[in-house]
């Protein structure tokens, strides 16, 4: 069988599996499962071949006609190149994991079929962006992603959260999707055609018109899709959607296509430096605010759900300094160790029965409970925090080297100011992004308190999956040598300069965290002993009218959420009192900003939904009142005219002879006064 055929077949099987599943979901629920699983798990080890094949040689370009536009053609193609063929291996992987453990996670899940078959159709659509040849081809996959994104992340649509999360997501990407269109029609309108091919030849030959305007139409949608500044705000609401989604969507598909459409088009960017410059502001601002927010979340997905756009942000940098091979290594890395991370807070939350690290701070020997997840969670968290030898260290070294190579002027790329801007940003998120990975890890393994519930061994599909993404997030990295061959045959191994920056900013906001927290346990172990010994001298009312903190009310709100009641056995109350949390000494009074996400929404509320809403309204007034009272108006004075000449109707044929007489009088002395008049002139 040809590569080509391969490579159709690759977004085709989970197609055809989420067509399946959709169609026998209800009528044969035996068939579900293996429709999810197989069909994914062929796409994967198509991907594979495809990969092996292709070999980071000779890019694979084949296109066919799909129809006559009478101006720019619209083709069925397929590019391949190492960048595909590894991202297309990561997309079948993680998605095929994501399957298996779901099987586990959702197996009383009643809308379970749907869900998978979602997911397989997602899986497709991801697999069409990284494949495809055409841009309009692409943006169907794009657009599938939306939609599959709406219905997965609303999954628990009974709820408000979830509904109000899934429209958010929703909005939030099709308000970058619509500049992204407008932007992809211009650059097919400059360059002839939609297929990339010929757009980076145009590009290479200096024939774009409208290079920073095209730039900056398509850096728009994929701000919204890859969940960059200033549109990001929808990506930690996305967390209402059950656990895997979030992996799914985290790691290998929705967000990271906007990273990857950039890789696929750089040139286009870099054919603006004014665009260049944008995209490094863009990636700053975004690493920097979602360390700082990701270190007041109380909730176990939330943290991660502000890493991801952290890590996102970091990709989006190398982008902008002009290396693609470090941004899609880095792409390739974190989704291994990103995904591992959500499925892992999955085992978490199963066995803890809450999402929140301010519960689960006062919960003792959790990580025993769970041996599998503590294990692979710590080696993810550590390939986060970027921490030698594991995976995330290789890949953000790689984003940085190319930072401090356009910063010191070895590389024309890009603006020297980009590369001081990414550089200076990632090593302060690296600091950040240790801090929080250590915050997470504290509460979550760290606990004391109460014992945590023991309910035995979690099934072999969740725990499976765990050790086998473990695999890639410890050994990916020493791959960077091998794997440039796959791209632009760049350098990705660390220097000397930023390895000692990088991996001494990670070192001290581990330590920094690791002390702080030592002293929060200490004040939160004194403040429930004199909790206690106030309650028993002072009698149970005490007790019962103390304040709460709200760190607890956060924890138990978030232990009423659909997903904790589904998944989870029954759990015991855990005694209130203060959480350890040392993210709060370590932002001070920046803590309550952070928490809530700098406000970001509260601002867009009173910049946009408000004045739409205002603008609705005012619409709505002007149709009622004044478009409809001309409508009823005219239907008024019809209705009058009408009654006036239903009451000449009488009946009486002598009155029809008068009148018709009488009109004849008339017309004939008409007729001769106007004879006369003209006969005068």
Request: aromatic share 8%.
């Amino acid at each position: 069988m040809s590569t080509t055929t391969l490579a159709v077949l690759v977004p085709l099987l989970p197609f055809l599996g989420a067509v399946a599943g959709l169609l026998l979901g209800r009528r044969a629920p035996g068939f579900v499962r293996p429709l999810a699983i197989l069909p994914t798990l062929g796409a994967a080890v198509l991907a594979v071949l495809v990969a092996v094949r292709q070999g980071g040689g000779k890019t694979i370009d084949t296109a066919t006609e799909l129809t006559p536009t009478g101006s720019v053609p619209i083709d069925l193609s397929l590019y391949i190149d190492g960048f595909a063929a590894l991202v297309a291996v990561l997309v079948g992987v993680v998605a095929t994991c994501v399957q298996i453990y779901s099987t586990a996670y959702l197996r009383e899940d009643p809308r379970y079929p749907s869900y998978a078959a979602l997911v397989s159709l997602f899986t497709s659509a991801m697999l069409l962006v990284v494949y495809s040849g055409d841009l309009m081809v692409l943006l169907v996959g794009w657009e599938v992603m939306g939609i599959c994104s709406y219905f997965l992340v609303g999954h628990y649509w009974e709820t408000e959260a979830a509904r109000s999360a899934s429209l958010k997501a929703f909005l939030v990407t099709k308000l970058g999707d619509v500049p992204f269109l407008i932007g992809l029609f211009a650059l097919a309108t400059d360059a002839g055609s939609f297929r990339i091919p010929k757009i980076l030849d145009t590009v290479a030959e200096g024939g774009l018109d409208h290079p920073t305007l095209i730039a900056l139409l398509l850096l728009a949608g994929v701000a919204g899709k890859s969940a960059q500044f200033p549109l990001h705000t929808w990506l930690p609401d996305a967390m209402a959607g059950p656990t895997p989604v979030s992996a799914l969507i985290h790691a290998a598909t929705m967000v990271a296509a906007g990273i990857y459409f950039v890789a696929r088009l750089l040139p286009v960017f870099a054919a603006s430096g004014a665009a260049l410059v944008v995209m490094a502001v863009m990636a700053a601002v975004t690493m920097v605010g979602s360390g700082l927010a990701a270190l007041a979340q109380d909730d176990i997905k939330r943290v991660l759900a502000y890493s991801t756009i952290g890590q996102l942000g970091y990709m989006t940098g190398a982008l902008a300094v002009g290396d693609r091979g470090a941004a899609v290594f880095h792409l390739l890395s974190h989704g291994a160790f990103k995904a591992l991370l959500f499925l892992g807070a999955g085992v978490i939350i199963h066995a803890a029965g809450t999402n929140s690290l301010g519960v689960m701070s006062r919960m003792d020997g959790l990580a025993k409970r769970i041996p599998d997840a503590f294990w692979t969670m710590t080696i993810a968290l550590l390939a986060l925090a970027a921490i030698p030898p594991f995976a995330g260290f290789f890949s953000k070294e790689a984003v940085l080297v190319a930072a401090e190579h356009t910063a010191t002027g070895h590389s024309a790329f890009a603006p020297s100011a980009a590369g001081w801007l990414v550089l200076t940003a990632g090593l302060l998120t690296a600091l950040l992004t240790a801090a929080y990975a250590t915050r997470l890890w504290l509460m979550a393994f760290r606990g004391r308190g109460a014992a945590a519930p023991d309910h035995g061994k979690e099934p072999l599909a969740m725990t499976g999956v765990l050790w086998l993404l473990a695999i890639p997030s410890v050994g990916f990295g020493l791959a960077a040598g091998p794997i440039a061959d796959w791209f632009d045959d760049g350098e990705l191994t660390p220097t000397l300069v930023t390895s000692v920056l990088g991996t001494g900013a990670a070192a001290l906001g581990a330590m920094l965290t690791y002390a702080l927290w030592q002293r929060a346990s200490a004040k939160a172990a004194l403040a429930t002993a004199n909790g206690i010994g106030a309650g028993s001298g002072a009698g149970a009312g005490a007790g019962a009218g103390a304040e709460v903190p709200a760190s607890v009310a956060a924890a138990e709100s978030a232990a009423e959420t659909p997903e904790v009641a589904e998944v989870t056995h029954d759990h015991p109350a855990v005694p209130a009192g203060p959480a350890a949390d040392p993210g709060k000494a370590l932002l001070g009074p920046l803590h309550r900003h952070a928490a809530d996400g700098f406000h970001l929404d509260a601002v867009y509320d009173r910049l946009f939904v408000r004045p739409v809403r205002a603008a609705a309204s005012l619409v709505r007034f002007l149709d009622r009142e004044v478009v409809d009272t001309y409508v009823r108006g005219a239907g008024t004075g019809t209705r009058l005219l009408g009654s006036l000449v239903r009451r000449a109707q009488t009946g009486n044929v002598q009155s029809y002879l008068s009148a018709l007489l009488a009109g004849a009088v008339v017309l004939a002395i008409a007729t001769a006064v106007l004879a006369n008049v003209n006969a005068g002139s």
